[in-house]
Each structure stands twice: as C-alpha cells, then as structure tokens.
T-cell receptor, first 116, second 113 residues
Framework: GAVVSQHPSRVICKSGTSVKIECRSL??????MFWYRQFPKKSLMLMAT?????????EQGVEKDKFLINHASLTLSTLTVTSAHPEDSSFYIC????????????FGPGTRLTVL | GQQVMQIPQYQHVQEGEDFTTYCNSS?????IQWYKQRPGGHPVFLIQ?????EVKKQKRLTFQFGEAKKNSSLHITATQTTDVGTYFC?????????????FGTGTRLLVSP
C-alpha cells in the first residue's frame, strides 16, 4: 500500500520556539494532504486541508498564522507550529490522498510534540 | 462540534468475549471507513463500506453500514489481546462536500487475558 512518512516522529521544544513537521508521500503523488491533531485519549480533529500549489483551508478555530502549512510539491507538505506554547503539545498526524483512489487517505505515523 | 459519535467510549472485555462498537452520524455519509489505533501508534485503515446495508467481514471482524448510511458497526468475535486499541469510524459528510474525512469519537477496547 501507499506509504506516508512524517519527520520528526517526536520533538520537544521550549515555549516560544517554532517547530516544523514534514509529511511526505513516498510512492505516490498526493494532490491533497490533511493535517490532524489528536489530544490524549481523544479523536482526530482535522486542522486543515492543503492542495498542492494553493493555500491551505483551515478548519474553524484553527489559527492559520500559528499553524503554517505549505504544500509546495506533490509529495511534501509541511506544518510549522509558530511560537509554540505548552497547550500546543499534541500528536500531529498528516494524511495524503492521491488521484488514483480519491476516497482513500493514507496516514503518516504522526509527530508527538511536547512544548515545555 | 463532533458530528460522528461512537458508543461505547470504552469497553473492557475478557479474552474470548465478543465486542461491538457503534458509530452514528447526524447526517448521511457517502461512505464509512474504520481505523484501528494501537496505544502510541497512528490510525491504521481497516476497511471501507460504500453501499447502503453493506456488510463486510475480515476474519473475526464484521463491519456493517446502515440502510440510511448514517450509522455503522464493527463487531469482533472472540476477542484476543491483540485486538487492544481504539477503533475509529470515519466518514465524509455532505456539509463538507464529501471532501473531508470526519472521525468518530472512538471506542477504546481493552482485552484481558
């Protein structure tokens, strides 16, 4: 099956710093990528949808200036958490959808962010 | 708010017992997907149901999509300790143009040997 990777898998940073998370589709072209956030023992909440070459569409309540999303190529999307605070600590998961099977999303392994 | 609810939130069973989680949406779904997330892991795709009333089986797992395409269920027969994890349903709703995958609240399953 299709593979999506995320880097880093785990990051610890100080409050006020910015953290970039990469999401790559390894063996297919991802026209659309989704970013989710999951708090402990909670469900996945969609943060934003990004299409290659265009601006991301953010869900209600998600600050676009705080969570910068770039989808510069068909295999790479990045999420930058700017000026991170402890409440941003969470599990961030990306997923990618290709052109061949539009109903299928392939999930990355997630990035666990801890802000001290 | 969350449009796709699952019950129960949590269930603890003895190995060998059956388990069922129910997924209910406030709106019609174009299709329903099920995922399993092990503790510390990421969601892993299990199956997708598309047709009204569809039933699919994967070994001890039986998935069902309701006639109105608003609800679904996952039944595990004779649970094993390897079934431990959180099971999420996910569907695409019309108010997102069926583009976004909305996850259910999840059911956490614990199986004791």
């Amino acid at each position: 099956g299709a593979v999506v990777s995320q880097h880093p898998s785990r990051v610890i940073c100080k409050s006020g710093t910015s953290v970039k998370i990469e999401c790559r589709s390894l063996d297919f072209q991802a026209t659309t990528m989704f970013w989710y956030r999951q708090f402990p023992k909670k469900s996945l909440m969609l943060m934003a949808t990004s299409n290659e070459g265009s601006k991301a569409t953010y869900e209600q309540g998600v600050e676009k200036d705080k969570f910068l999303i770039n989808h510069a190529s068909l295999t790479l999307s990045t999420l930058t958490v700017t000026s991170a605070h402890p409440e941003d600590s969470s599990f961030y998961i990306c997923s990618a959808r290709g052109t061949g099977a539009p109903d299928t999303q392939y999930f990355g392994p997630g990035t666990r962010l801890t802000v001290l | 708010g969350q449009q796709v609810m699952q019950i129960p939130q949590y269930q603890h069973v003895q190995e060998g017992e059956d388990f069922t989680t129910y997924c209910n949406s406030s709106t019609t779904l174009s299709n329903i997907q099920w995922y399993k997330q092990r503790p510390g892991g990421h969601p892993v795709f299990l199956i997708q149901l598309v047709k009204s009333g569809e039933v699919k089986k994967q070994k001890r797992l039986t998935f069902q999509f309701g006639e109105a395409k608003k609800n679904s269920s996952l039944h595990i027969t004779a649970t094993q300790t390897t079934d431990v994890g959180t099971y999420f349903c996910a569907g695409r709703t019309p108010n997102t143009g069926f583009q976004k995958l909305v996850f259910g609240t999840g059911t956490r399953l614990l199986v004791s040997p």
